[in-house]
């Protein structure tokens, strides 16, 4: 983090009085389309699409933006060598957030099964190109059918295979529980750029080119204290996350990854949810970001506090199955 000559702790309990009396949607409507229209929406299909950016048959997107510079960069800020992990346990317990528990079985006493529906609300997984889709075409005009997919019992491109090398880079820890002086946001609570840009100016840190960019939410201290709850993307699910209008300024950082503890979404419920579940659909679709979703941000936050230093290196490597939409995963911080 950069160092200032000020009195650091000060500066920090100043700004987080400061930002405290408006936490995040509430110095604007917390209405999904505020400032936003499907017709705006529309144009960023355009406007902000990296389709063709790294050639007509690059199937990995924005991690083209992570360079051999770059993982050089995120190795020289390993200086302690103390790791922390930002995956989940295997929830084995069916949830309102977990309708798909791990399973686990012992075949015999040095054997054993696991099998997992991965994608949904409550795993660690990385999601990969193939896994959403605009006007039914994937990252750069990938447009399977699902007969075809369903025939073939895999994806022909953009599959998570293409990630075999693993992710090498600089993390950075955006904790807005922690900018706003609260335990956890609300579920239903949008992030909108300047509260993004608000904690970037408390932790003298900016976002960057070829960076996995992790959003807290404080999503598993409110579901510890509260109970799980329907964090999907119907009528009747709702959580905190990314607003819509955030989408350019992810396109303008060049961030390689996106990752939260809960799918990077604003969603609050109703008639607007598909209207808010825009970042979930576009970063990958649009931009050509693969996302970890449902980490757990808890222990990285503890510790880039007590450092005060929130950038790290990232490391993760998901299993290479062909054609497979994502995988579980276990991404690594290390300072």
């Known amino acids: 983090m950069k160092q200032h000559a000020v009195n650091t702790s000060m500066m920090l309990g100043i700004l987080i009085v400061a930002v405290s009396m408006t936490p995040a949607g509430q110095s604007r409507s917390s209405n999904a389309a505020d400032g936003m229209t499907q017709a705006q929406q529309d144009r960023w299909k355009t ?35 103390f790791s922390v992990s930002l995956a989940r346990q295997a929830e084995t317990e069916k949830a309102a957030d977990n309708a798909n528990p791990y ?40 447009a399977p059918t699902r007969d075809e997919v369903m025939q073939r019992g895999r994806h022909s491109r953009n599959s998570i295979e293409k990630v075999k090398d693993g992710i090498f880079t600089r993390g950075v820890l955006i904790d807005l529980p922690r900018l706003k002086g609260v335990p956890y946001l609300d579920a239903g609570t949008p992030i909108f750029v300047e509260d993004l840009e608000a904690w970037e100016k408390l932790a003298g840190v900016t976002v960057g080119e070829g960076d996995a960019l992790f959003v807290r939410t404080g999503r598993w201290v409110q579901r510890a ?111």
């Open 103 to 142: 399973q686990h079985e012992m075949l015999s006493i040095s054997s054993d099964r696991i099998s997992i529906a991965f994608h949904g609300q409550a795993h660690t997984h990385l999601d990969a190109l193939s896994h959403t889709y605009i006007d039914g075409k994937a990252y750069n005009g990938y």
């Open 225 to 335: 204290r509260t109970g799980a709850w329907r964090v999907g993307t119907g009528a009747d699910s709702i959580r905190a996350g990314l607003h819509p209008s955030t989408l350019p300024w992810l396109k303008r950082r060049n961030i390689a990854l996106l990752g939260g503890d809960i799918p990077q979404s604003f969603n609050p419920g109703g008639t607007a949810a598909p209207l808010a579940h825009a970042v979930h659909q576009f970063a990958p679709t649009i931009l050509g970001v693969h996302l970890f979703d449902n980490v757990d941000l808890e222990a990285l936050a503890e510790a880039a506090a007590a450092r005060k230093r929130w950038t790290f290196l990232l490391t993760a490597a998901p299993l290479p199955i062909v054609g497979a939409t994502g995988s579980p995963i276990n991404p690594i911080a290390t300072f």
């Open 47 to 81: 406007e902000l699409s990296n389709w063709g950016r790294w050639g007509a048959s690059d199937e990995v997107g924005a991690l083209n933006l992570i360079t051999p510079a770059k993982r050089r960069a995120a190795a020289a800020l390993v200086t302690e060598g």
